[in-house]
């Protein structure tokens, strides 16, 4: 059966339906739990859990899907930031979406490439300017 699939569950309280994949376990004391089952490693879960006990699979609270995120290599942050120096409206759009990531590192870099953008536009690029202004008018 293929995940997200509604599958007919019966029960001895009736028939219910719940997607594939997820479901109920037996009674335990005369209640039923929900659980699912693990993407990673397909072990049944409790349904609350965050993560999965036996392979850490982490789920997202929202919507219960895996959250990924690649870390920023240094090499690649340094890229960003003078980017966002020489290209103003490129630091303010990437830091726009940086910052909505749900990751600490995202949305720190996100924030530096935003206020980098901000100061190109006010300061760097003004005096970029006036500079090449300067030299029109002298003749250089």
Known sequence: MVTGEVAQVSTSMGN???????????PVNGTRTMSRMCPSCGRSIDWDALSCPYCMWRF?????????SEPISRGKRVLLYVASLLIPLFGIILGAIYIMKKDEEH?????????????????????????????????F
């Open 16 to 26: 219910s339906s719940a997607l594939a994949g997820e479901g109920f376990t037996g």
């Open 60 to 68: 997202n609270a929202g919507t219960g899907l895996n959250v990924v």
């Open 107 to 139: 949305t720190s870099v996100g924030t530096i490439c935003l206020v980098m953008g901000i100061i190109a536009t006010v300061v760097v690029l003004p005096t970029l300017l006036a500079l090449i202004l300067y030299l029109m008018v002298l003749g």
